[in-house]
């Protein structure tokens, strides 16, 4: 071998940019747990910390997190806005909330992969580190999810007031129901203090196929949430997603919890086809436990400023 050719080759290899291999990332994320017990119509959580290493411009990223059935398709997602600014070396940690919507069919039992990445304008990724091994285009895998095999409880009981249960459209809101004015839900075989976690949408005043007429005095769409085993009122005023959690106490003896939704507004329809309703229940799962403090982390798939659905 002629040493003094190789040599010329060594160091313009020395030379070459960092930028001819693959891109460097942009974060490091670290999970906990790395398996999560997801019973039917129950939320539960993983927390999720991210540390910037690179910039990403002025964007605002979404996380984008796909939970796998056995075949490697879609078959529910929990995506959500990166919950902060966006900045180099200062680590963003929150709970992601993972939920099974007693609205929806239930998953079924057995072992489920959850990936995840980053993304922004025009469907760009970014490339992670800190996760598991890549399953696609700045895609990785990150936890694991189990079903369990057993009965779910509480169960949520609508009354006749609220419409029948109609597809979502996505992955995120499988299932949606609409009510008509007002609407109540009771939690049968509660024996436990919990939380009830709830997606409410009301809808835009400018819909095509729909009049929104308030009631007397009113200013603003609201819906109002009362209830019993201690839920305090609670208010949700203006359209968009609202993200709320009931805590509740354990029933007394004999009795039961119910919650109570009560719309300021309601939707006519400008055609024969359409049906008076006013506002639509997204998601809804329960969570088990004693309350909370108040104040919970971003990050758990749905935002107040998302664009809401219009009536089917």
Known sequence: MNMKKALPLIAIAALLPASCGKPAPVAQVDVNPHLAQLPFS?????????TPSASIGDEKPTVFVHLLDSKQKVARTFDHPFPQRW????????????????MAEPLAPGKYQVTMGLYGKGGKRWPL??????????EYNAFQVQ?????????????????????????????RRWMVDRGSIRLVDQNAPG?????????????????MVLDEGASAPSVMISGNCGCPETSLTGPGLHEVELNLDAPAPGDFCHLLLSANFALEPLSPAGKRRSASLENIAWEPGGKKAPGQPAG???ATTATPTSPQ
């Open 147 to 175: 079903v369990p095999n057993a009965d779910s409880r509480p169960r949520f009981v609508f009354s006749p007031t609220w419409m029948d249960v109609e597809p979502g459209g996505d992955r995120q809101v499988v299932a």
């Open 195 to 211: 939380t009830v976690w709830m997606v409410v949408q009301i809808p835009p005043k400018t819909l095509t196929d729909y009049r």
């Open 87 to 102: 900045r180099e070396g200062a680590p963003v940690g929150y709970d992601l909330k993972l939920y099974q919507s007693a």
């Open 129 to 138: 580190s800190g996760l598991g091994d890549p399953v696609g285009r700045d």
């Open 300 to 302: 758990t798939g749905a």
């Open 42 to 50: 129950q939320v539960q959580t993983v927390h999720l910390t991210w």
